[in-house]
């Protein structure tokens, strides 16, 4: 096939998604609830069939000696595909944010506005090996009223194919346009250059992946992009923090599942507390298999770390390496994290009120938490149901995306023949 | 001086407006509105100074065979000045949405999860010939805790030296830093461009002109825009409706002020009423100077009218030219309004609810209006106190953006050790 065929193909492909887009748009909450019920009953029919698929694409992966961060994303384990089934249910049992009105008043001139809740339009969603996101992110489209067109790695490919029929066969059998949600076949690279101009179909563009996906995608777009860039999470334990419960936190911040974005990279541990926090820390994350990058300071309480280079700083390590510095005092804590955040997630581990308020306040992340594992920044964990992504930037969502953060307002206004003077 | 060094000024003055929006961000409501105070007393203090400069620049643009709207929306009268330190005070009195907490919740799990609403950051706001809109946006700015870098158009550079003075004094008088609205000087084409790569100083790109200037930054910038396309309003008037009404709307959307992208461009009339409604009205409209481009099937009521061309189906005219169409049905007015419009104002004149309603519902626009001048598609006539634009696209912000367009939230979290399973 020529370059120019494709383009033309992913062009006709686009247009018809985004038509389907309208529709669905208009569609009732009913309609939308029943298509994510059959979904569900879906995945959980198929499951073996995914099993198998997503075993075959780990096999290649595997073959191809992809990393190990990538191979972890990309299979589905029995538990894993549960969960995904559950979090579809849990997409269908929340509020349709559609047609809501909000801010609604009657002007002092009589005029009545409000704001009518309504879909982005067609949604762009690019992932490497992201079965799991791929499925949700399918869910939230169809029930927040959005189109999506899914260019899924090539990582995936066993899965996405099977994925492809089922997300038609949910849609079919509701009576909605299947190309609602219309995954794509193989896409090259100039492919995805070209799909990234189509600015009269596609409304917005949200990549999920690797840095390098999300940098290739937000320099060579001209469709607004949701960045979801590296996540670069710290810990900061206060002074006089409970250090048992700080323990916990950087425990699970670091070891449940370092090839996530929410994990933790870096530790900062106020110099009081220093003597007592990191050597039975040290010691635990040890045993767990962390591998520790520590500044001066640090290494006097943790003899066995490797000394931290100026590169470890900042560096999203997406596996089984923790950073750890040892800071004077709050303000330095908060000088790294602005230096050295992605503006993801920062957690303070604190029993001081008052610093517990600055942090959630002043902080630039997305999700500042307090006494809380950085692993809760997650739509899920944290009330949306379930999510499209963790945006990084401020535009149209910060933090978690959800349904909500899927859709906009129009101004609605009914007048009885106002006019302006 | 050389391209180069002009690049690094730009790059230093976005560097250096950042770090003021950064502490403008965290600025008290007092503060921030003491600023608005000294401003509004400024624009009173200095008005003749401004009419003045407002002159100069018109005289200018009038050597240099500026068109009509430019030379209307360039010109500074007493009145729009007066207007526009009503406008700032309104700002003033507004909330402030910064620092507000929404969607408090507490999880089953005790994890208490909310939303804080934050500025943007720094937003560059790049305007042609528009004195107005500048004061406004840099009023906005200053509530909403955002950053501006405002690059004026040349045509009002007389006004803008003058403007740059005065909000400097306004910040400074209150103890903010100046350069948190920064009014850069002269800035060419390639300065420009440059401007629209400043990703790690610029947040947000919001330009306000032609639409030949907002493609330009559309297709140049790296950093997200918020577009503000052309108007191209339609009026329907429906079979049924208040035929008196709708006449009033009619003239009011097209003669209020038509050099503004909320001017009607086109007329759907129903084939039921043409007889009625458009003789009188094409009589009106011709003592007002309007020039009338006209379908057929109008023609047959508007003797005196130009046929339409091809090409005034779906123009931005900006000047007191009307499109008139007879429509055979409401389904025939939402398809010529779905091909024509540009997502900024519809509206439709009726006494049929069902129809209301289902225009309000289904019309695809930024705002839509039943029985309502489109010139109130306006944020100070919607009750947002004030606008930084009017935006078509649905990120972000969809129709007026006030103060709240200009925020997000970010996630703030409270836990007791909260950690992920």
Request: hydrophobic share 45%; with cysteine; glycine share 8%.
């Amino acid at each position: 096939m020529s370059k120019s065929t494709v383009a033309v193909d992913l062009k006709i492909l686009a247009g018809r998604a985004a038509r389907a887009a309208r529709s669905l748009a208009l569609a009732e909450t009913s309609v939308k609830n029943l298509a994510l019920a059959t979904l569900a009953k879906a995945l959980r029919s198929r499951a073996r069939e995914l099993l198998a698929a997503s075993e075959r694409d780990l096999a290649e992966a595997k073959r191809a000696n992809g990393p190990l961060h990538i191979l972890d994303r990309l299979l589905l384990t029995e538990s894993r595909l549960a969960d995904l089934i559950e979090s579809v249910t849990r997409v269908q049992a929340l509020l349709d944010p559609v047609g809501l009105t909000e801010d609604e008043k009657i002007l002092p001139n009589g005029l009545q506005v409000c704001r009518l809740r309504i879909p982005l339009g067609l949604i762009a969603f690019i992932c490497e090996a992201r079965p799991s996101a791929t499925v949700e992110a399918g869910a939230l489209a169809i029930k927040s009223g959005n189109g999506l067109l899914i260019k899924a790695g090539k990582e995936m490919a066993e899965v996405s194919a099977l994925l492809a029929e089922i997300f038609a066969a949910a849609l079919t059998t509701v009576g909605l346009d299947s190309a609602a949600v219309t995954l794509l076949p193989s896409v090259t690279h100039d492919d995805l250059k070209e799909l990234l101009t189509l600015v009269e179909s596609i409304d917005l563009v949200i990549p999920r992946g690797g840095e390098k996906l999300i940098r290739f995608v937000s320099e060579n777009s001209r469709i607004p992009v949701l960045k979801h860039f590296k996540g670069v999470c710290h810990l900061y334990v206060d002074k006089g923090a409970d250090l048992g419960m700080a323990e916990e936190l950087a425990i699970n911040g670091k070891t449940n599942r370092p090839s996530t974005c929410n994990s933790l990279e870096a530790l900062l541990v106020h110099q009081s507390e220093a003597a007592t926090f990191l050597p039975p820390l040290g010691l635990r994350l040890e045993l767990l298999g962390v591998r520790l990058k520590v500044d001066p300071a640090a290494a006097a309480f943790l003899p066995n770390a490797e000394p931290a280079g100026l590169e470890d700083w900042g560096c999203e390590f997406l596996n089984l390496t923790l950073a750890v510095k040892v800071v004077p005092d709050y303000a330095a804590a908060l000088d790294h994290i602005a230096r050295y955040g992605s503006n993801h997630t920062e957690v303070i581990a604190t029993r001081n009120p008052g610093r517990a308020e600055h942090f959630l306040r002043t902080v630039e992340a997305g999700c500042v938490m307090v006494n809380a594992s950085s692993r809760l920044n997650d739509g899920g964990c944290l009330g949306l149901g379930a999510e499209i992504g963790i945006s990084t930037t401020r535009l149209q969502a910060y933090g978690p995306m959800g349904l909500r953060e899927l859709t906009t307002t129009r101004f609605i206004v009914t007048g009885q023949g106002h006019l302006r003077t």
